[in-house]
């Protein structure tokens, strides 16, 4: 008895449909909301059961106490496990990143620490490059350690140890469960080779058929200018918080990857509580509509602010994609695995914290504030805040330099955030 949701075009005739096409309808069907074209807002916390045994069934399938039937939507139960509005987005989040499924968290690091918890035990260890993102930072340096799960590091910077010394290293203590990639890292725009290091894990299957999976943080890229799916990665997990929700008005996270792989992540979801709401679901919704309609724009713009600052005498360096040097190892990684350089960078400027703060304190379009991929464009000094609990003499080692601010790029028209960057840099 389980509800049927038909709307699920993938084709019109011979075409196969785009995502920005299916953005509009997928996954929802009108004639299961009085024919509403936009899918309600479903503010409910609990279902009606048509019947006891309906219940009964519903259960048995959230709980996996029985398999799927061929085309059976799981039943409504309750808004921890499921909701209209959260199936709705979840089917189309999948659509960007080629997944078989998706979950939507309350925030980015509820879907990390979610996923993460999911898949490592004490005793294992997770391997991941640096810097990453200052949240996922603290759960693998402070709180994983707590529960007996360690963790080893690589990048990309001058003396950093490579990811097979990393892993080599991680071995000696236990069985490495997860490898985890941010790229582009955050601050420095540092590129991780996905497919190599997916390479790398099949190879590390242990005596129990198990081999560590390869969890790839796509927010800054993502879903439009890079797909990990497609280049090896089992797991993706997002901050829908920034380019997804796009106009940094609210928080919420995803995970996408097989549904064999999703499936335990749900469950964990279940009992940890770490859903998302139907009202920001609801407003995710309307956020994917014009997903590529901001990504392409604010990417564009950030092309001429990054020329801009490139040219500019107190500009030092500016870690953009778009300028690295054809021949690196960086570039044909980039060929390989990004589409597009995004629109969030970061730049040094000549001088410290003190001439980045009088850049920053001199802003009068651009918002100084942290989190990225808004409609606005947003600045902020990483050494400071979003990095500020890695200790300085690391920071400066793996790039995050007291002269470094970071920019996320908005939707305005460039030349007036130029405008406001050329006139913030005469003050510094
Ligand atoms: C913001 C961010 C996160 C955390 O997401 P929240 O929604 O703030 O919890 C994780 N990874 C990256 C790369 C981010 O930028």
Redesign the pocket.
Known sequence: MAVERPYRHRTVGDRRLAPETQMMGYGYDPRLSEGAVKCPLFMTSTFVFETAEAGKSFFELAYGLREQKPNEEPGLIYSRLNNPDLQVLEDRLTLWDGAESSLVFA????A?STTVLTYLRPGDVIVHNEPV?G??EFLTERILPEFGISREVWGTYPGAQTLDEAIARAQARGRVGIIFI?TPA?PTNDLVDIAAAAAKAATMVGPDGRRPLVVV?N??LGPLWQQPLAVGADLVVY????YVGGHSDL???GCLGSEALIAPVRGMRTVLGTISDPHTAWMLLRSLETLKLRMTSSMKNARYVAEFLQEHPKVKTVHYLGFLREGSDAHRIYRAQCKAAGATFSFEIHGGEAEAFRLLNALKIIKLAV??GGTESLMEHPATMTHSDVPTERATRIGVTPGMVRISVGIEHPEDVIADLRQALDAV
């Open positions: 925030t980015g690091m509820a990390i993102y949240g996922t941010e955050n943080d927010t800054f901050s829908l918080t920034k928080v919420a996270g989190s990225l």
